[in-house]
Protein backbone atom coordinates (compact mmCIF):
# COMPACT_ATOMS: atom_id res chain seq x y z
CA UNK A 1 0.00 0.00 0.00
CA UNK A 2 1.09 3.04 -0.82
CA UNK A 3 2.17 6.49 1.23
CA UNK A 4 -1.25 8.24 0.42
CA UNK A 5 -3.07 5.38 2.38
CA UNK A 6 -5.03 6.26 5.66
CA UNK A 7 -3.95 4.02 8.73
CA UNK A 8 -4.34 4.31 11.97
CA UNK A 9 -3.30 0.68 13.38
CA UNK A 10 0.02 -0.33 12.51
CA UNK A 11 0.29 -3.82 10.97
CA UNK A 12 1.23 -4.89 14.25
CA UNK A 13 -0.98 -3.09 15.99
CA UNK A 14 0.63 -0.57 17.40
CA UNK A 15 -1.31 3.02 17.45
CA UNK A 16 -1.00 6.57 16.67
CA UNK A 17 -2.40 8.05 20.14
CA UNK A 18 -3.57 11.07 18.17
CA UNK A 19 -5.52 9.32 15.38
CA UNK A 20 -6.97 7.02 18.54
CA UNK A 21 -8.43 10.23 20.62
CA UNK A 22 -9.75 12.44 16.95
CA UNK A 23 -12.36 8.37 16.30
CA UNK A 24 -13.90 9.85 19.56
CA UNK A 25 -14.91 6.41 20.24
CA UNK A 26 -16.05 5.08 23.25
CA UNK A 27 -14.40 2.12 24.92
CA UNK A 28 -17.47 0.08 25.14
CA UNK A 29 -17.87 0.87 20.90
CA UNK A 30 -14.08 -0.36 20.46
CA UNK A 31 -14.98 -3.44 21.96
CA UNK A 32 -18.47 -3.85 20.04
CA UNK A 33 -16.31 -3.43 16.71
CA UNK A 34 -14.33 -6.21 18.00
CA UNK A 35 -17.21 -8.43 18.75
CA UNK A 36 -18.62 -7.73 15.70
CA UNK A 37 -15.77 -8.43 13.65
CA UNK A 38 -15.83 -11.62 15.71
CA UNK A 39 -18.90 -12.36 14.99
CA UNK A 40 -18.97 -12.30 11.15
CA UNK A 41 -15.69 -14.71 10.79
CA UNK A 42 -17.49 -17.07 12.71
CA UNK A 43 -21.06 -16.91 10.96
CA UNK A 44 -18.80 -16.62 8.01
CA UNK A 45 -16.88 -20.33 8.59
CA UNK A 46 -20.25 -21.74 9.39
CA UNK A 47 -22.05 -20.96 6.34
CA UNK A 48 -18.88 -22.19 4.23
CA UNK A 49 -19.52 -25.38 6.56
CA UNK A 50 -23.22 -25.81 5.69
CA UNK A 51 -22.44 -25.28 1.81
CA UNK A 52 -19.89 -28.30 1.54
CA UNK A 53 -22.58 -30.01 3.68
CA UNK A 54 -25.71 -29.20 1.29
CA UNK A 55 -27.41 -26.50 3.18
CA UNK A 56 -26.31 -23.79 1.17
CA UNK A 57 -26.55 -23.69 -2.47
CA UNK A 58 -23.54 -21.32 -2.79
CA UNK A 59 -21.90 -18.99 -0.48
CA UNK A 60 -19.02 -16.02 -0.86
CA UNK A 61 -16.58 -15.98 2.34
CA UNK A 62 -15.88 -12.86 3.63
CA UNK A 63 -13.37 -14.33 5.40
CA UNK A 64 -9.99 -11.25 5.70
CA UNK A 65 -12.75 -8.78 5.02
CA UNK A 66 -14.10 -8.29 8.41
CA UNK A 67 -12.83 -4.72 9.50
CA UNK A 68 -13.65 -3.16 6.20
CA UNK A 69 -16.91 -4.37 6.27
CA UNK A 70 -17.68 -3.55 10.24
CA UNK A 71 -15.73 -0.48 10.08
CA UNK A 72 -17.45 1.15 7.62
CA UNK A 73 -21.23 -0.45 8.72
CA UNK A 74 -20.36 1.37 11.89
CA UNK A 75 -20.34 4.76 10.87
CA UNK A 76 -23.96 4.46 9.64
CA UNK A 77 -26.48 6.10 11.01
CA UNK A 78 -29.54 4.25 12.35
CA UNK A 79 -31.95 5.79 9.10
CA UNK A 80 -28.98 5.47 6.49
CA UNK A 81 -29.33 2.73 3.31
CA UNK A 82 -27.05 0.13 2.63
CA UNK A 83 -27.23 -1.48 -1.16
CA UNK A 84 -24.31 -4.96 -0.20
CA UNK A 85 -23.26 -6.72 -3.22
CA UNK A 86 -23.53 -10.70 -2.27
CA UNK A 87 -20.21 -10.64 0.27
CA UNK A 88 -21.58 -8.19 2.90
CA UNK A 89 -22.54 -10.57 5.95
CA UNK A 90 -20.65 -7.96 8.27
CA UNK A 91 -22.90 -5.50 7.23
CA UNK A 92 -25.89 -7.37 7.97
CA UNK A 93 -24.41 -8.51 11.07
CA UNK A 94 -23.50 -4.58 12.73
CA UNK A 95 -27.02 -3.29 11.19
CA UNK A 96 -28.93 -5.94 13.46
CA UNK A 97 -30.68 -8.06 10.49
CA UNK A 98 -32.29 -11.78 11.05
CA UNK A 99 -28.72 -13.64 9.91
CA UNK A 100 -31.05 -16.54 9.35
CA UNK A 101 -33.50 -15.17 7.14
CA UNK A 102 -30.34 -13.46 5.54
CA UNK A 103 -28.87 -16.76 4.78
CA UNK A 104 -31.60 -18.44 3.22
CA UNK A 105 -31.00 -16.47 0.08
CA UNK A 106 -27.99 -18.61 -0.14
CA UNK A 107 -30.20 -21.69 0.21
CA UNK A 108 -32.65 -20.13 -2.55
CA UNK A 109 -35.51 -20.43 -0.10
CA UNK A 110 -35.51 -16.73 -0.53
CA UNK A 111 -34.71 -14.03 -2.93
CA UNK A 112 -32.63 -11.01 -1.80
CA UNK A 113 -31.97 -12.29 2.40
CA UNK A 114 -34.25 -9.42 3.59
CA UNK A 115 -38.37 -9.66 3.90
CA UNK A 116 -38.84 -5.62 3.97
CA UNK A 117 -35.58 -3.81 2.73
CA UNK A 118 -37.30 -0.31 3.07
CA UNK A 119 -38.02 -0.94 7.14
CA UNK A 120 -34.68 -2.54 7.61
CA UNK A 121 -32.93 0.23 5.30
CA UNK A 122 -30.75 -2.62 3.87
CA UNK A 123 -31.27 -3.28 -0.25
CA UNK A 124 -31.59 -6.77 -1.38
CA UNK A 125 -28.65 -9.20 -2.11
CA UNK A 126 -27.45 -8.59 -5.76
CA UNK A 127 -25.78 -10.52 -7.66
CA UNK A 128 -25.34 -8.74 -11.01
CA UNK A 129 -21.79 -7.35 -10.79
CA UNK A 130 -22.07 -3.31 -10.14
CA UNK A 131 -25.95 -3.33 -10.22
CA UNK A 132 -26.29 -2.23 -7.14
CA UNK A 133 -24.34 1.30 -7.63
CA UNK A 134 -26.91 2.09 -9.57
CA UNK A 135 -29.97 1.29 -7.20
CA UNK A 136 -28.20 3.10 -4.34
CA UNK A 137 -27.52 6.64 -6.28
CA UNK A 138 -30.97 6.28 -7.37
CA UNK A 139 -32.23 6.08 -3.74
CA UNK A 140 -29.97 8.50 -2.71
CA UNK A 141 -31.22 11.32 -5.35
CA UNK A 142 -34.86 10.09 -4.48
CA UNK A 143 -34.05 11.01 -0.21
CA UNK A 144 -32.32 14.45 -1.48
CA UNK A 145 -34.88 15.44 -3.24
CA UNK A 146 -37.59 14.64 -0.75
CA UNK A 147 -35.77 16.50 2.02
CA UNK A 148 -34.81 13.25 3.73
CA UNK A 149 -32.03 12.98 6.14
CA UNK A 150 -30.75 9.63 4.69
CA UNK A 151 -27.06 8.61 3.87
CA UNK A 152 -26.74 5.66 0.95
CA UNK A 153 -23.58 3.51 0.87
CA UNK A 154 -23.17 0.88 -1.72
CA UNK A 155 -20.45 -2.13 -2.05
CA UNK A 156 -18.89 -3.48 -4.63
CA UNK A 157 -15.47 -5.36 -5.12
CA UNK A 158 -12.96 -4.31 -7.36
CA UNK A 159 -14.02 -6.19 -10.09
CA UNK A 160 -17.31 -4.04 -10.20
CA UNK A 161 -14.72 -1.37 -11.20
CA UNK A 162 -14.57 -2.88 -14.60
CA UNK A 163 -18.58 -2.66 -15.04
CA UNK A 164 -19.89 0.19 -16.72
CA UNK A 165 -23.07 0.59 -14.10
CA UNK A 166 -20.44 1.56 -11.62
CA UNK A 167 -19.12 4.31 -13.58
CA UNK A 168 -22.57 5.40 -14.82
CA UNK A 169 -23.60 5.41 -10.99
CA UNK A 170 -20.63 7.27 -9.70
CA UNK A 171 -21.21 9.90 -12.84
CA UNK A 172 -24.97 10.63 -11.70
CA UNK A 173 -23.97 10.77 -8.56
CA UNK A 174 -21.53 13.42 -8.94
CA UNK A 175 -23.54 15.36 -11.37
CA UNK A 176 -26.52 15.73 -9.19
CA UNK A 177 -24.79 15.73 -5.85
CA UNK A 178 -26.47 12.41 -4.18
CA UNK A 179 -25.80 11.86 -1.04
CA UNK A 180 -24.18 8.58 -1.62
CA UNK A 181 -21.04 6.29 -0.36
CA UNK A 182 -19.11 4.58 -2.65
CA UNK A 183 -17.70 1.55 -1.00
CA UNK A 184 -15.23 -0.43 -2.86
CA UNK A 185 -13.30 -3.85 -1.07
CA UNK A 186 -10.29 -4.10 -3.09
CA UNK A 187 -9.76 -7.73 -2.20
CA UNK A 188 -7.34 -7.73 -4.85
CA UNK A 189 -8.82 -10.74 -6.94
CA UNK A 190 -12.16 -10.47 -9.35
CA UNK A 191 -12.92 -14.65 -9.02
CA UNK A 192 -9.32 -15.32 -10.63
CA UNK A 193 -8.92 -12.09 -12.31
CA UNK A 194 -5.73 -10.13 -10.70
CA UNK A 195 -6.66 -6.31 -9.53
CA UNK A 196 -3.66 -5.54 -12.20
CA UNK A 197 -5.64 -7.09 -15.01
CA UNK A 198 -8.51 -5.31 -13.75
CA UNK A 199 -7.56 -1.30 -14.07
CA UNK A 200 -4.35 0.33 -15.14
CA UNK A 201 -5.18 2.87 -13.03
CA UNK A 202 -5.57 3.18 -8.77
CA UNK A 203 -9.50 2.67 -7.84
CA UNK A 204 -9.41 5.58 -5.72
CA UNK A 205 -8.21 8.01 -8.24
CA UNK A 206 -11.42 7.41 -10.16
CA UNK A 207 -13.61 9.61 -8.48
CA UNK A 208 -11.70 12.42 -9.50
CA UNK A 209 -13.13 12.33 -13.29
CA UNK A 210 -16.93 12.32 -11.54
CA UNK A 211 -15.90 15.45 -9.47
CA UNK A 212 -16.03 14.16 -6.16
CA UNK A 213 -13.39 12.88 -3.36
CA UNK A 214 -11.37 10.06 -3.26
CA UNK A 215 -9.85 7.73 -0.44
CA UNK A 216 -7.74 5.02 -0.57
CA UNK A 217 -7.80 2.90 3.19
CA UNK A 218 -6.03 0.26 5.06
CA UNK A 219 -9.11 -2.22 5.08
CA UNK A 220 -7.41 -4.15 7.68
CA UNK A 221 -7.63 -1.56 9.90
CA UNK A 222 -10.92 -1.58 11.41
CA UNK A 223 -10.33 1.81 12.93
CA UNK A 224 -9.32 3.86 9.79
CA UNK A 225 -11.83 2.20 7.87
CA UNK A 226 -14.76 3.72 10.44
CA UNK A 227 -12.83 6.84 10.43
CA UNK A 228 -13.09 7.13 6.29
CA UNK A 229 -16.54 6.20 6.39
CA UNK A 230 -17.67 8.25 9.19
CA UNK A 231 -16.35 11.48 7.72
CA UNK A 232 -17.45 10.12 4.06
CA UNK A 233 -21.23 10.18 5.39
CA UNK A 234 -21.16 13.44 7.05
CA UNK A 235 -19.47 15.18 3.67
CA UNK A 236 -22.83 13.10 1.92
CA UNK A 237 -25.62 14.25 4.69
CA UNK A 238 -24.12 17.55 5.41
CA UNK A 239 -22.73 18.74 1.47
CA UNK A 240 -24.74 16.35 -0.51
CA UNK A 241 -21.20 15.15 -2.20
CA UNK A 242 -20.22 11.79 -2.68
CA UNK A 243 -17.33 9.60 -2.14
CA UNK A 244 -15.45 6.95 -3.17
CA UNK A 245 -13.44 4.65 -0.85
CA UNK A 246 -11.33 2.27 -1.70
CA UNK A 247 -10.62 -0.04 1.12
CA UNK A 248 -7.42 -2.36 0.51
CA UNK A 249 -7.87 -5.75 1.70
CA UNK A 250 -7.49 -9.36 0.64
CA UNK A 251 -9.42 -12.32 0.01
CA UNK A 252 -8.41 -15.30 2.21
CA UNK A 253 -10.95 -17.59 0.69
CA UNK A 254 -12.13 -18.60 -2.45
CA UNK A 255 -14.16 -16.09 -4.45
CA UNK A 256 -17.45 -18.37 -3.91
CA UNK A 257 -17.46 -22.12 -2.44
CA UNK A 258 -17.87 -22.80 -6.22
CA UNK A 259 -14.06 -21.53 -6.96
CA UNK A 260 -10.74 -23.18 -6.52
CA UNK A 261 -8.60 -20.38 -5.34
CA UNK A 262 -5.44 -22.46 -5.44
CA UNK A 263 -5.58 -22.52 -9.12
CA UNK A 264 -4.45 -19.37 -9.33
CA UNK A 265 -2.90 -17.98 -6.46
CA UNK A 266 0.46 -18.35 -4.54
CA UNK A 267 0.77 -19.84 -1.27
CA UNK A 268 3.16 -17.46 -0.64
CA UNK A 269 0.88 -14.03 -1.02
CA UNK A 270 -2.06 -16.08 0.99
CA UNK A 271 0.72 -16.34 3.63
CA UNK A 272 1.83 -12.88 3.48
CA UNK A 273 -1.75 -11.17 4.11
CA UNK A 274 -2.78 -13.86 6.83
CA UNK A 275 -0.14 -11.68 9.11
CA UNK A 276 -2.16 -8.58 8.44
CA UNK A 277 -5.32 -10.89 9.37
CA UNK A 278 -7.59 -7.57 10.70
CA UNK A 279 -9.24 -9.42 13.71
CA UNK A 280 -5.84 -10.39 15.13
CA UNK A 281 -4.01 -6.77 14.49
CA UNK A 282 -7.17 -5.35 16.12
CA UNK A 283 -7.15 -7.90 19.42
CA UNK A 284 -3.03 -6.45 19.81
CA UNK A 285 -4.45 -3.16 20.30
CA UNK A 286 -7.03 -3.71 22.69
CA UNK A 287 -4.69 -5.49 24.59
CA UNK A 288 -2.28 -2.89 24.83
CA UNK A 289 -4.55 0.11 25.37
CA UNK A 290 -5.90 -2.45 28.75
CA UNK A 291 -9.21 -2.23 27.28
CA UNK A 292 -10.22 -5.83 26.82
CA UNK A 293 -8.64 -8.74 28.96
CA UNK A 294 -8.93 -12.44 27.92
CA UNK A 295 -12.34 -12.85 29.69
CA UNK A 296 -14.05 -10.57 27.02
CA UNK A 297 -12.36 -12.38 23.73
CA UNK A 298 -13.75 -15.96 25.55
CA UNK A 299 -16.79 -14.09 25.78
CA UNK A 300 -16.78 -12.18 22.12
CA UNK A 301 -15.63 -15.94 20.84
CA UNK A 302 -18.48 -17.22 22.43
CA UNK A 303 -21.00 -15.06 21.39
CA UNK A 304 -19.97 -15.66 17.78
CA UNK A 305 -20.40 -19.68 18.10
CA UNK A 306 -23.67 -19.13 19.61
CA UNK A 307 -24.54 -17.10 16.59
CA UNK A 308 -22.80 -19.79 13.78
CA UNK A 309 -25.26 -22.47 15.87
CA UNK A 310 -28.31 -20.25 15.51
CA UNK A 311 -28.17 -19.66 12.06
CA UNK A 312 -27.00 -23.74 11.56
CA UNK A 313 -30.14 -24.34 13.15
CA UNK A 314 -32.47 -22.25 11.16
CA UNK A 315 -30.84 -23.23 7.76
CA UNK A 316 -30.81 -27.19 8.24
CA UNK A 317 -33.32 -28.42 6.61
CA UNK A 318 -34.99 -25.68 6.05
CA UNK A 319 -38.04 -26.17 3.92
CA UNK A 320 -38.93 -23.68 0.24
CA UNK A 321 -40.83 -20.35 0.72
CA UNK A 322 -44.39 -20.82 0.25
CA UNK A 323 -45.72 -21.46 -3.30
CA UNK A 324 -47.66 -17.99 -3.07
CA UNK A 325 -44.64 -15.81 -2.96
CA UNK A 326 -43.86 -16.52 -6.56
CA UNK A 327 -47.11 -14.46 -6.87
CA UNK A 328 -45.94 -11.88 -4.53
CA UNK A 329 -44.01 -8.44 -4.79
CA UNK A 330 -44.49 -7.60 -8.32
CA UNK A 331 -48.11 -6.18 -8.78
CA UNK A 332 -50.62 -4.33 -5.99
CA UNK A 333 -54.09 -6.39 -8.06
CA UNK A 334 -52.49 -9.36 -9.42
CA UNK A 335 -53.68 -9.47 -13.40
CA UNK A 336 -56.23 -11.87 -14.21
CA UNK A 337 -53.94 -14.43 -16.02
CA UNK A 338 -51.35 -14.85 -13.06
CA UNK A 339 -54.38 -15.57 -10.48
CA UNK A 340 -55.24 -17.93 -12.69
CA UNK A 341 -51.73 -19.39 -12.49
CA UNK A 342 -52.05 -19.13 -9.21
CA UNK A 343 -55.36 -20.68 -8.41
CA UNK A 344 -54.17 -23.67 -10.75
CA UNK A 345 -50.40 -23.89 -9.08
CA UNK A 346 -52.10 -23.96 -5.34
CA UNK A 347 -54.68 -26.80 -6.84
CA UNK A 348 -52.07 -28.81 -7.95
CA UNK A 349 -49.64 -28.07 -4.66
CA UNK A 350 -52.46 -29.30 -2.66
CA UNK A 351 -53.27 -32.56 -4.72
CA UNK A 352 -49.61 -33.34 -3.81
CA UNK A 353 -49.62 -32.85 -0.58
CA UNK A 354 -52.62 -34.82 -0.23
CA UNK A 355 -50.93 -37.62 -1.90
Known amino acids: MTDDTVRILNPDGGVDPQARQALDLKDEDLLELYRSMVLTRNVDLECTALQRQGELAVYPPAIGQEAAQVGSAFALGDQDMVYPSYREVGVAIVRGLDIVEYMHFHRGTWHGGVDDPVDRQFGMISVPVGSQTLHATGHAMGTKLDGKDVVTITYFGDGATSQGDVHEAMNFAGVFGAPVVFFCQNNQWAISVPLERQTAGEIYRKAEGYGFPGVRVDGNDVLAVYRVTREAVER ?22 ADDATRYRE ?4 DRWQELDPIARYRTFLEAEGIADQSFFLEAEADGKELAATVRAGIQGAPPRQVEDLFRWVFADLPPHLARQEEEMLRLAKEEEDG
Open 236 to 257: ARNEHQPTLIEAVTYRMGPHST
Open 267 to 270: KADV
